[in-house]
């Protein structure tokens, strides 16, 4: 029998947490009585790693590495891992972020030879010269694209306007001209570094057993070398590039997101427990049945479907931000600022506080109702360095008192940022 379980008496869930002797971190959410299964398999490389220590050297890659290289794994010598996904019946995708390159399906049937596909195809880089000259001709497209995306742009104008590290301002899949010094040569190198199995980790839920996934594993990885963390991170000032950021596009309404700029050490993380508190605290500000949105939204200065707030948190760097649509975004970022202030100088009800800590501990017990929520979660957390269940017991361990000093320390006007899309006239 398998044993590192990871059990939570009081929600009555539990899922197998187990390090693979190829150094695999592998975690087994099984819901029998659901109808499919979902799995994801992460590695702790994102746009922001552009640069590692080698025998005494520093190698860089273009802006846009991690990307293209999620691109190529799906072309290997066998042909392409879609194709071979349609014969199981399974939905397939993937997508780099700024610190995690991850690989998932979902499927009713079928799940053990999906399983196969998706450690074979990860695990078995194929580059030529060819097939990285065919690919920038897609990458390229997919740029262009994302130029004229408002929701991409007004993101990425406010993280510009937020950091002066390039490796985080800079768009996730790069630039034409970056990606067209990408070789094989590259893609080998940064794929041997990141794809070490003992930096990445496999998450599946859903209706299968724990014994299968295992067992797969065994059939299919090899023992793979401790990973060393050698990652060269940018230095990154306290202070913020510019206030405001305004661009036009095709939109009908006005996009804004404001942002807060917190100090993160280089390469360092926010704490799980400030994690919730901040996530608490934003609940209070921002939910549907915070006063400010009850405002914004009686007023006619925000829509239902467009407002809501976030924290933005990866390696090195972290902000609190508010986005949406409206005609005035000026005076939302206004009536946001005011808030904020009003709950740092007269402080807030204890009622408000339970309410917005009690709705947050439901919706992430919730989760726990979905294949893909549940997967998508541990991934997450785990490649953050954290278990599943440890963020729920955060939320639910959040006092007053934590979200008083998330207020002090995070959301200082001195480092805040408002971006704008403007329709084009």
């Known amino acids: 029998m398998l044993e590192n379980w990871v059990r939570h008496e009081k ?31 992460g590695t ?10 080698k025998d005494g050297r520093i190698l860089r890659c273009p802006a846009g590495t991690a990307h293209f290289l999620e691109h190529k794994l799906f072309e290997g010598e066998e042909g392409s891992a879609f194709d071979r996904y349609a014969k199981t019946g399974a939905s397939a995708n993937a997508y780099t972020s700024f610190d995690k390159t991850c690989y998932l399906f979902s499927c009713t049937d079928h799940a053990e030879e999906s399983l196969r596909i998706l450690l074979s195809f990860v ?23 994302y130029d004229d995306d408002p929701n991409w742009r007004v993101m990425f104008n406010l993280l510009g306007g937020l950091y002066h590290s390039e490796s985080v301002r800079s768009d996730i899949a790069g630039t034409a001209e970056s990606i067209s010094a990408i070789t094989p040569e590259i893609l080998y190198e940064f794929y041997n570094k ?14 299968i057993e724990p014994e299968t996934v295992v067992s797969v594993a065994d059939e299919m990885l090899s023992q793979t070398s401790e990973y060393e963390d050698t990652n060269v991170y940018q230095e990154e000032d306290d202070s913020v590039v510019s206030h405001f950021v305004r661009q036009k ?6 996009l804004f997101e404001l942002g807060f700029k917190e100090q993160v050490k280089k390469g360092q993380r926010v704490s799980l427990a400030d994690v919730a508190a901040t996530d608490v605290m934003l ?38 931000i508010f986005s949406g649509e ?9 009536e946001i600022r005011k808030e904020i202030e009003s709950l740092r100088c007269n402080g807030f009800t204890e009622d408000r506080f339970m309410r917005s800590r009690k709705s947050l501990y439901g919706k992430n017990v919730a989760y726990l109702n979905s294949a893909e929520s549940i997967g998508s979660s ?20 959040v006092t007053p008192m934590d979200v008083e000093r998330r207020l002090a320390e995070t959301m200082r006007d001195s480092h805040c940022v408002l971006s704008i899309i403007d329709p084009v006239e």
Do not use: W
Not at 123 to 145: A, Y
Not at 194 to 207: D, I, K, S
Not at 326 to 334: G, K, L, Y
């Open 11 to 41: 929600i009555g869930e539990e899922y197998l947490n187990v390090r693979h002797k190829s150094g695999l971190n592998i975690l087994v959410y099984p819901k029998p009585q659901f109808h499919g299964v979902f799995a994801i398999f």
């Open 44 to 53: 702790k490389f994102g746009s922001i790693d552009c640069a590692f220590r």
């Open 123 to 145: 695990t078995q880089p194929f580059f030529t010269d060819e097939t990285v000259e065919k690919e920038l001709g897609i990458i390229g497209q997919e740029i262009r694209m």
């Open 194 to 207: 990141y794809y070490n199995l003992h930096n990445m980790t496999l998450c599946v839920a859903g209706r």
């Open 249 to 254: 596009l095709s939109v009908n309404l006005p």
């Open 283 to 320: 609940s209070m500000l921002a939910s549907d049945f915070s006063p400010l949105y009850r405002r914004l939204l009686d007023s006619g200065l925000i829509n239902e479907s467009s407002f809501g707030s976030e924290l933005f948190e990866v390696r090195g760097y972290a902000s609190t």
């Open 326 to 334: 409206s005609r005035e975004p000026e005076r939302v970022a206004e």
């Open 378 to 397: 541990l991934s997450a957390l785990s490649l953050a360095g954290y278990g599943l269940f440890e963020y729920i017991d955060a939320i639910a361990a």
